[in-house]
């Protein structure tokens, strides 16, 4: 069974920092991507950030510059390091998974609030 464990969240002054961890364990099969979603209040799901298994990574235009993805192949861990938080960043952000084969995988959610 596959489980992912994301960690991370919580609350933030604007202008501070947060990294998102998150762990897959589990039969996944060969990874084609790993990478963060999220969704505020009232809005849809969107995406933050992938990252392929060439190292290419796609960042939302509203993140660019302030948020880092990064993989860690041998651990099946993706992190997200976010700089620079902004009250529109608030939102409960999922970890996904996408396989070469199957239906995508999904963490649990993790808050993350900016607020004064």
């Known amino acids: 069974q596959v489980q992912l464990v994301e960690s991370g969240g919580g609350l933030v002054q604007p202008g501070g920092s947060l990294r998102l961890s998150c762990a897959a364990s589990g039969s996944i099969g060969r990874i084609n991507t790993m990478g963060w979603y999220r969704q505020a209040p009232g809005k849809q799901r969107e995406l933050v950030a992938i990252?392929?298994?060439?190292?290419?990574?796609n960042y939302a235009d509203s993140v660019k510059g302030r948020f880092t993805l990064s993989r860690d192949y041998a651990k099946n861990t993706v992190y997200l390091q976010m700089n620079s938080l902004k009250p529109e960043d608030t939102a409960v952000y999922y970890c996904?998974?996408?396989?070469?084969?199957?239906?995508?995988?999904w963490g649990q959610g993790t808050q993350v609030t900016v607020s004064s």
């Open positions: 996904q998974i996408r396989p070469w084969l199957g239906s995508d995988y």
């Open positions: 990252i392929a298994g060439s190292g290419t990574t």
